[in-house]
T-cell receptor, first 113, second 114 residues
Framework: NAGVTQTPKFRVLKTGQSMTLLCAQD?????MYWYRQDPGMGLRLIHY???????AKGEVPDGYNVSRLKKQNFLLGLESAAPSQTSVYFC????????????FGPGTRLTVL | AQSVSQHNHHVILSEAASLELGCNYS??????LFWYVQYPGQHLQLLLK??????LVKGIKGFEAEFIKSKFSFNLRKPSVQWSDTAEYFC????????????FGSGTRLQVQP
């Protein structure tokens, strides 16, 4: 099993450009999450999904959109990137009945110039 | 809303020293508690978790944590640290209901000197 994978690993954008980060999991997990990690702030939840076709906002959703068309994939989109979105983005997934233990992907380091 | 506080932002220890990292949470209901570790350049890995039962939980690599409900604390301990324990440590909490997402503390950077 690959677990949770993320593409790309690194990306540099100019202000105003758009991009999509892809998260894939092969553990048949119902729940999937996108977090961002910033120095001194831990990880903060951007959006999450409790199942295929459903998404919901987390703590810091502004400027991001998500989609979960297939159970194994969770996409995070930036429609118009801003320097404040420079961060490391982590995807995670969890199985409904395992008391919320989450498995994390390797992260995507995004720089917005 | 739940929150997590990690008061030690940066800890420097010598090898073989004992470690205790503080974690306090605020949430009135039933919680699940976690410690994750992030080694340099790597993704988060689960160290240990508490759901119910014995408040002293043991994790991987010799780490343990004690849940003290009356103090809303879940401190991480290790009797003797190694250079390879250099990493950032995150305490996290989630509840049994709702979105089940983790609320993280701000992290503690541990540096172990040989």
């Amino acid at each position: 099993n690959a677990g949770v994978t993320q593409t790309p690993k690194f990306r540099v954008l100019k202000t105003g450009q758009s991009m999509t980060l892809l998260c894939a999991q092969d553990m048949n997990h119902e729940y999937m999450y996108w977090y961002r990690q910033d120095p001194g702030m831990g990880l903060r939840l951007i959006h999450y999904s409790v199942g295929e076709g459903t998404t919901a906002k987390g703590e810091v959703p502004d400027g991001y959109n998500v989609s979960r068309l297939k159970k194994q994939n969770f996409l995070l989109g930036l429609e118009s990137a801003a320097p404040s979105q420079t961060s490391v983005y982590f995807c995670a997934s969890s199985y409904l009945l395992t008391y919320n233990e989450q498995f994390f992907g390797p992260g995507t380091r995004l720089t917005v110039l | 809303a739940q929150s997590v506080s990690q008061h030690n932002h940066h800890v420097i220890l010598s090898e073989a020293a004992s470690l205790e990292l503080g974690c306090n949470y605020s949430y009135g209901g039933t919680v699940n508690l976690f410690w994750y570790v992030q080694y340099p350049g790597q993704h988060l890995q689960l160290l240990l978790k508490y759901f119910s039962g014995d408040p002293l939980v043991k994790g991987i690599k010799g780490f343990e944590a004690e849940f003290i409900k009356s103090k809303f604390s879940f401190n991480l301990r290790k009797p003797s640290v190694q250079w390879s324990d250099t990493a950032e440590y995150f305490c996290a909490v989630t509840s049994d209901t709702g979105r089940r997402a983790l609320t993280f503390g701000s992290g503690t950077r541990l540096q172990v000197q040989p």
